[in-house]
């Protein structure tokens, strides 16, 4: 079993950069696939990024691609979002999640942990 804590994140203006983090507890971490999707105020959680269990792989919404980097540090058992140039569209709670199949799984229900999630402000 995986848990997760997320961290980071905050009030950031727009144009500017931050990094939301998830930090792993249990064995199996490094064999997990990791994610990391949003929700905005009333919408729908949706997919932002994933990455493989080894982080040699990653994946990214379109709106991501570009400005969001996903990283994994299997010694630490951590997962990084790095989100540069960002916009009033990116406001949302981020959350991490951990799936134990998939190579870079993209919905909702591939993933089997889920964190309490980190706010992300950002003002125009």
């Known amino acids: 079993q995986v848990r997760v804590v997320e961290s980071g994140g905050g009030l950031v203006q727009a144009g500017g950069s931050t990094r939301v983090s998830c930090a792993a507890s249990?064995?199996?971490?490094?064999?997990?696939?990791m994610g990391w999707f949003r929700q905005a105020p009333g919408k729908e959680r949706e997919f932002v990024a994933a990455?493989?269990?080894?982080?040699?792989?990653?994946y990214y919404t379109d709106s991501a691609k570009g400005r969001f980097t996903i990283s994994r540090d299997n010694t630490k058992n951590t997962v990084s979002l790095q989100m540069n140039n960002l916009t009033s569209d990116d406001t949302a709670v981020y959350f991490c999640a951990g799936a134990r199949y998939g190579r870079v799984p993209t919905t909702i229900d591939e993933y089997d942990y889920w964190g309490q999630g980190t706010q992300v402000t950002v003002s125009s």
């Open positions: 990455i493989n269990y080894r982080g040699d792989t990653t």
């Open positions: 249990g064995r199996t971490f490094r064999s997990y696939a």
